[in-house]
Structures are given as C-alpha cells and as structure tokens.
C-alpha cells in the first residue's frame, strides 16, 4: 500500500507524468465510473483473475483522489482510511462492543439508527423533506431502488401513484432471469421507439417522490 501511495506521489510529481499532473477530482470522474463498471463485469462473470486486476484499478482511484486533496491540504489517504475505519467500528457494537445482534435483519436496523446519529458533510435534505438525500448521479434502476425502499420503509402514501396490485403481481412471477429479460426488453424497445429508458425512470422516480412530499406537506397542514 505504501509502494502505490509512492508510485501515485511520484506521478504526480513536477518531474512525473503529464496525464497524471494534469488530472483533476472533476476530470477523474469519468475513470472512476468506468473502472467501477468493469469491476461490476467481473463480479458478474465471477472471473476471479480479472476482479483482482480491477480492484486494483478502482483502488488506484481512491489514492489518485486523496492525492490530489493532499496536494491541496484538504486530507491524506490515512485520513479516508481512518475515517472509514473508525465508522465500520462505530456501525457494528455487536462485533466491536458489548451489543449482541443475531441476524442480518437486526444488524441493518441497528446500522440505521447508529447512521441517523452521526453527522454527514454531504448535502442535508430539506427540513420539510421525508426523502433522505440520493446521491445525485445514481443511476435511475438503483435511484429508483432507493426511492422506492424509502416509500416502503417510512410508509408514504402512494395510492393512486402506484399500482400496489400490479408490484405484487409482478414480485409473486419474477426471478433474476425473467426480470432481467423483462427489463431488457423493455429497453429494447424505449430505444427502438427514440426514447431514453434511463431519463424516463430517472423523471418518473423523481416525479413519484415530489408528489409524496406535497402529499405529506398537505397532511400536516
């Protein structure tokens, strides 16, 4: 680890790579998505030597960005390190303290209640929000998992927004298989027709959660 931290600072370096010197958070962007997805592929495939070798490429990600904030005087990578270390410790008492958790179930709950307790440096929610911030470049099948897990989990009212009769239905037949064939196909034919399948969720989602706040906001009125 250290060696790549070297390698990272050498690159960098005035003497170092070009490309490398040139490089910004903003630039790497783009990079960072890529050598994500093709880790993804990787796992997909379960190819074992090839994961290894992507690990490796998003790792290298993670170091190029704490080098450049370090360059700035913003943080080191031991700071990230820590940060996350001391958080996966906070986050699970049962391993780490005198807590006993015996199912997954109650690990999620008790990691959500810790979660709620900490303060975030992200962007906050409104106050009159009943959607906790999504990351804002999420892609729209997860931002739509998101959104629909909060629906679901704080028991917002979407009758009339969605057909509960129609998800049930549709949960009661779906597998991996069929709903990765239902969802390519439906792809297929948005793309066939013009349109753009990932900005139609994307706004439907988006759409779905606005009209859950005005109704919550109505409510308390």
Excluded at 11 to 23: F, K, T, V, Y
Excluded at 85 to 107: A, C, D, M
Aim: charged share 30%.
């Amino acid at each position: 680890m250290d060696d790549l931290r070297r390698t990272m600072a050498r690159l960098r370096a005035r003497d170092g790579c070009p490309w490398d010197q040139e490089q910004t958070h903003a630039s790497l962007v783009r990079c960072l998505i890529d050598e994500v997805s093709e880790l993804i592929d990787t796992i997909d495939r379960e190819d074992y030597p090839h994961m290894r070798e992507e690990l490796g490429d998003v790792l290298i990600q993670v170091v190029f960005h704490a080098q450049i904030a370090a360059e700035k005087g913003f943080f080191t990578f031991e700071d990230v390190a820590r940060d996350i270390n001391e958080k996966l410790i906070r986050r699970h008492p049962h391993v780490f303290g005198t807590g006993k958790l015996e199912t997954s179930e109650q690990v999620i709950v008790e990691w959500e209640k810790i979660k709620a307790t900490e303060k975030k440096n992200g962007p906050a929610a409104g106050e009159d929000s009943v959607f906790k911030p999504l990351p804002p470049r999420l892609p729209a099948l997860m931002f739509a998992e998101a959104v629909w897990k909060q629906m679901t989990k704080k028991q917002l009212p979407v009758d009339g927004l969605v057909d509960m009769a129609q998800v049930k239905a549709l949960g009661a037949e779906l597998d991996d298989e069929s709903l990765g064939k239902m969802l390519f196909e439906i792809t297929a034919a948005a793309r066939a027709k013009g349109l753009d399948p990932e900005g139609a969720l994307r706004l439907h989602a988006t759409r779905l959660m606005r009209e859950v706040e005005q109704r919550v906001q109505a409510a308390a009125k």
